[in-house]
């Protein structure tokens, strides 16, 4: 991908000679705006080794200041529920099946209990209750919609 950069930095030199304008960028004087890129080609080692920690740093900084989004919980359980429905059903069966155990999960103010990864006989049975009913709901919901 970088020699690609290679021909059209060619090209431009090219460009440039035949139009004349090497020449007329040679006849100008530099001002004093030069000091510093002359300074930083001089000590490029040094400017390298410094602008390194500085612009990481700024980057943390940044971070700390303006944090990226968190994904909450509902939309984590969203995402990994499609996932895993997707694998032996359609997207339009799965998006109304996991809207369904999310608000109902909600409802029942269940979902933390869902993350803890309880293994209570009666929590799974229950889970398997909710799924039951969110399956044949959004069936359900798929033959309104087909029929119409």
């Not at 803890?116 to 399956?135: I, M, V, Y």
């Amino acid at each position: 991908p970088w020699f690609g950069a290679v021909l059209v930095g060619i090209a431009a030199a090219k460009l440039a000679f035949t139009s004349g304008l090497l020449t007329r960028l040679a006849g100008l004087t530099p001002g004093r705006w030069t000091n510093l890129l002359v300074f930083i080609g001089r000590h490029s080692l040094a400017f390298y080794l410094i602008h390194q920690p500085v612009l990481i740093g700024s980057v943390w900084l940044l971070s700390q200041v303006v944090p990226a989004p968190v994904e909450t919980r509902q939309v984590t359980f969203l995402k990994e529920c499609q996932t895993s429905c997707e694998q032996s059903r359609d997207t339009e069966f799965c998006s109304s099946y996991c809207v369904c155990m999310l608000d109902t999960l909600e409802g029942e103010a269940t979902l933390d209990r869902l993350y803890r990864n309880d293994q209570a006989a009666e929590w799974k049975a229950h889970l398997n209750e909710l799924a039951g009913a969110c399956t044949a709901k959004a069936d359900s919901t798929l033959m309104e919609g087909g029929a119409q």
